[in-house]
């Protein structure tokens, strides 16, 4: 496999205990070969100073203890690391996820919106987004919640303008060219299509989340019978929030 290799990476300021290093300016899957390569080179680099490490679709937060190490070192040693880096060609490998999910306007409400927004039918905007077999880019905003891409761009919609105030749990929802499933239930403004049975988040699981960053998922469209079967929520989104879509 060969990945394509980063532009010049830019270190940038995030505070007086942290580096942003942005390796690339658009969303790849190959970016991940890379991400996940300088993670593993400053969890040596940095040892006991290191205090986080935040990847994203195309950036790494490098967080570090100011007491153990200055910012000007913590630079040197980012940019020593950066200038011998190799792909770690494994992230790319991760697991393969079939998640079970019903799309319904009473589950997923924004479905109508997002077909007229898409010039699509209803049906099409399923068949869209369960057409694509995404990859997990970062997890974040709540334990368990992955973030994945890459949407068609034919459903690329804007997030709301008012978020809801509550997501039920295991929400299916896109917004710009991402995806994800909400792994509790919380604020959030992505547009709502449906629902999964699967269980996101669990204390009882090893690591909790049942996604990682470079797994791969797919979402398998179920009859309702089918979801109630396997678990699934059938509750009816309660949307008391205005839904127009972000201007």
Same mark, same amino acid.
């Given at each position: 496999?060969?990945?394509?290799?980063?532009?010049?990476?830019?270190?940038?300021?995030?505070?007086?205990?942290?580096?942003?290093?942005?390796?690339?300016?658009?969303?790849?899957?190959?970016?991940?070969?890379?991400?996940?390569?300088?993670?593993?080179?400053?969890?040596?680099?940095?040892?006991?100073?290191?205090?986080?490490?935040?990847?994203?679709?195309?950036?790494?937060?490098?967080?570090?203890?100011?007491?153990?190490?200055?910012?000007?070192?913590?630079?040197?040693?980012?940019?020593?690391?950066?200038?011998?880096?190799?792909?770690?060609? +494994? $992230?790319? &490998? %991760?697991?393969?996820? #079939?998640?079970?999910?019903?799309?319904?306007? *009473? =589950?997923?409400?924004?479905?109508?919106?997002? +077909? $007229?927004? &898409? %010039?699509?039918?209803? #049906?099409?905007?399923?068949?869209?987004?369960? *057409? =694509?077999?995404?990859?997990?880019?970062?997890?974040?905003?709540?334990? %368990?919640?992955?973030?994945?891409?890459?949407?068609?761009?034919?459903?690329? =919609?804007?997030?709301?303008?008012?978020?809801?105030?509550?997501?039920?749990?295991?929400?299916?929802?896109?917004?710009?060219?991402?995806?994800?499933?909400?792994?509790?239930?919380?604020?959030?403004?992505?547009?709502?299509?449906?629902?999964?049975?699967?269980?996101?988040?669990?204390?009882?699981?090893?690591?909790?989340?049942?996604?990682?960053?470079?797994?791969?998922?797919?979402?398998?469209?179920?009859?309702?019978?089918?979801?109630?079967?396997?678990?699934?929520?059938?509750?009816?989104?309660?949307?008391?929030?205005?839904?127009?879509?972000?201007?």
């Amino acid at each position: 496999m060969s990945v394509n290799a980063p532009p010049l990476p830019r270190i940038e300021a995030a505070g007086l205990d942290g580096w942003m290093v942005r390796l690339f300016e658009r969303i790849d899957e190959d970016n991940l070969a890379w991400i996940s390569a300088l993670s593993r080179e400053c969890e040596s680099a940095f040892g006991a100073a290191l205090i986080d490490l935040v990847p994203s679709y195309t950036t790494l937060l490098v967080v570090f203890d100011p007491l153990q190490l200055t910012p000007q070192a913590a630079r040197q040693r980012l940019s020593e690391r950066l200038h011998q880096l190799q792909p770690d060609e +494994a $992230a790319l &490998a %991760g697991e393969v996820h #079939e998640l079970p999910a019903w799309y319904d306007t *009473s =589950v997923g409400p924004d479905l109508a919106r997002v +077909a $007229a927004h &898409a %010039g699509l039918s209803v #049906e099409q905007v399923i068949e869209c987004h369960a *057409s =694509v077999t995404y990859r997990v880019f970062a997890l974040g905003f709540a334990p %368990g919640f992955a973030f994945m891409g890459l949407l068609d761009e034919k459903l690329d =919609v804007p997030r709301l303008d008012t978020p809801r105030q509550r997501v039920p749990v295991n929400s299916v929802a896109i917004a710009g060219r991402q995806t994800a499933a909400y792994p509790t239930a919380t604020p959030g403004g992505w547009n709502l299509l449906g629902r999964t049975a699967a269980k996101l988040f669990d204390r009882e699981r090893e690591g909790f989340s049942l996604l990682n960053v470079g797994d791969r998922v797919r979402f398998v469209p179920v009859e309702r019978d089918t979801f109630v079967n396997e678990g699934g929520d059938t509750t009816p989104v309660n949307d008391t929030t205005t839904t127009r879509e972000a201007s």
